[in-house]
């Protein structure tokens, strides 16, 4: 994989939001602790192109355990955050189904090239490499000051939602 930005941030103003918090609920399932987007700030509906960003809170829930004394974003929660920018896109191409969720179904090639930690602004890259209802797959990057901190390819795909999470997701 790259060691370069999958592309260009200077033509790009990633402090405008163009989409907060409640337009990703619209699209997204994940709340409360686990809404790792803060915002995009990118999205280009043509290409799937798209930049979104997390706050790396000094009162997040990993932080008083993830290396005490020396918080470090789990690389973990670093892909979980690009593949909610996954799944935004994967919902603006094809709608939101309240039946249905986008879900993992796999990574690859997976780098971790920094640390991150609270107080940071964690941005995350996307571009689509295939794209289809059932399945579909994103090349992410997750970048810290202008450096790349981690690069995958994300593979999600639509899994069946059961009639009661459908509607608890509704009620949110």
């Given amino acids: 994989m790259a060691a370069e930005p999958l592309f260009d941030l200077s033509n790009i103003d990633i402090t405008r939001v163009l989409y907060g918090p409640e337009e990703i609920r619209k699209r997204n399932p994940h709340r409360f602790e686990f809404e790792l987007l803060d915002a995009i700030t990118y999205f280009d509906p043509q290409t799937m192109d798209s930049v979104g960003f997390h706050d790396l809170r000094e009162d ?6 993830h290396v005490p004394g020396m918080p470090i974003f789990p690389g973990a929660l670093m892909i979980e955050a690009a593949a909610q920018l996954s799944s ?53 990057q997750g970048m810290l000051d202008g450096k790349i901190a981690f690069e995958a390819e994300i593979t999600g795909v639509s899994i069946p939602r059961p009639a009661a999470a459908s509607e608890q997701s509704t009620n949110a």
């Fill in 88 to 140: 935004f896109c994967y919902h603006e191409r094809f709608g939101c189904d309240p039946n249905q969720i986008f879900g993992f179904g796999g990574i690859d090639k997976v780098r971790f090239r920094l640390q991150a930690r609270p107080g940071q602004r964690f941005y995350m890259l996307c571009k689509d490499v295939l794209f289809n209802r059932r399945l579909s797959r994103f090349q992410v």
């Fill in 60 to 65: 997040a829930f990993w932080v008083r355990g």
